[in-house]
């Protein structure tokens, strides 16, 4: 049931009672823990729509989206566009957001003083669900909000006009708000946000890494090689899928372990050479030398699990090189992978069981039988994007 309230310089007298104090999230004690983005710990979002374009609509129904708010005297746009696709229709009527039954569905504010923050207060009986349009406000407001909701069974959803505006509320202070409610005529905003949750959506799901025995090594000459430096820090296990061919990636491990030649680096991998794929999120692959800052990575750990990181500097070096081969058991196919030849510079290993576990290998420490972990994929590419083709690589 949802209600929708248009702005805070009306009374609230059906507020009255119990009521929860929401004058925290004003920005006086601003509470901020400063965690990376975990949509696998994040409930469900809630996203809602308002417009009145007809492109937007069907773009958002297509995106699995299907409540829409429209104002009271739009009940035919509601009703036409309820005869080509399934929605759920909400009336801005009297200060409120009702359906169809004439039943509210959500709380709503429009702040645009600290003055009307303050008196924001919302009763138990009318808590389930509130809608806050910030106007000038953006990040800081919504870890307030965020933290001012924090332990409540409250969903809240901030009015937002684009995607970036739309991720900045999803993200806020790890878990971020309840929803979003995209207030938009142009169907590009909607399918920016579709494919920012196509993009998080991965991280729920694993990556079957396979297990690949080293066949060759050989020590080469030298080359531009790359270290991708992420805006988060990586654990031991963790990497980025690297290789010469997209069919066959090999996860190579971070700097995050300390050793006797440099100081830990957990933000950086020693990746490989210019010509090299990397993977990236929507399961393309990009190469090398295409990334830069503000870019996005997936990283991986042994176990397949997968995030998104934002790549905050590239740095391209000549440096000297080993070609790793390896294949892996039952097949003839051969996959390879460029890296500079140094001790910091390691593949990831296989699990095995339980109990104490390898990480990485040293690329200088790689043997005829080592065990290292791969993503087998298809091979055949266009701008990143795997296609079906016949294609040799070698």
Known sequence: MDILLPSLSH??????????????????????????????????????????????????????????????????????????????????KEGRLIDHEHKSVAAFAEISSPQQLEQFQISEEQS?????????????????????????QTTVLAVSKNQSE?????????????????????VGAILELKGYFDRRREVDSLLNLTKAIITHIQVTGMGDR??????????????????????GLFLVHSECLESNYISSRPFRVNAGPVHAYVAVPGGKTSYLSELKSGKE????????????????????????????????????????????????????????????????????????????LLLLQGGARHTGIEIKEFIVEK
């Open 166 to 186: 739309a991720q900045a509320f999803l993200e806020a202070l790890e878990h971020g708000l309840g929803g979003v409610v995209m207030k938009v005529e142009d």
């Open 226 to 247: 790359v270290c991708v430096d992420i805006c988060s820090l990586m654990r031991p296990g963790e990497g980025l899928l690297v290789g010469s061919f997209a069919r």
């Open 128 to 152: 389930d669900k509130v809608v806050v349009n910030l106007l000038d406000w953006q990040v800081i407001p919504a870890e307030n909000i965020v933290a001012a909701f924090q332990g409540t």
């Open 297 to 372: 990575v997936i990283v991986v750990d042994q176990r397949g699990m997968q995030r998104t990181a934002i790549v905050g500097r590239v740095k391209v070096e000549t440096r000297p090189l080993i070609l790793v081969e390896a294949k892996v058991e039952s097949e003839n196919e051969s996959y390879s992978i460029l890296l500079q030849n140094a001790e910091t510079v390691g593949l990831v290993s296989p699990l095995h069981g339980e109990g104490h576990q390898r990480t990485t290998i040293p690329v200088t420490s790689l043997e005829v039988g080592s065990e290292v």
């Open 11 to 92: 009374s609230f007298p059906k507020f009255a009672g119990k009521r929860q104090n929401c004058r925290k999230f004003l920005g006086i004690n601003r509470v901020a823990r400063m965690c990376a983005f975990t949509p696998s710990n994040s409930k469900k979002k809630t996203v809602w729509i308002w417009t009145e374009n007809k492109q937007v609509m069907t773009a958002a129904v297509e995106g699995g989206w299907n409540t829409f708010i429209f104002p009271s005297n739009r009940q035919d746009l509601a009703l036409e566009w309820s005869s080509i696709a399934v929605i759920h229709p909400v009336f801005i």
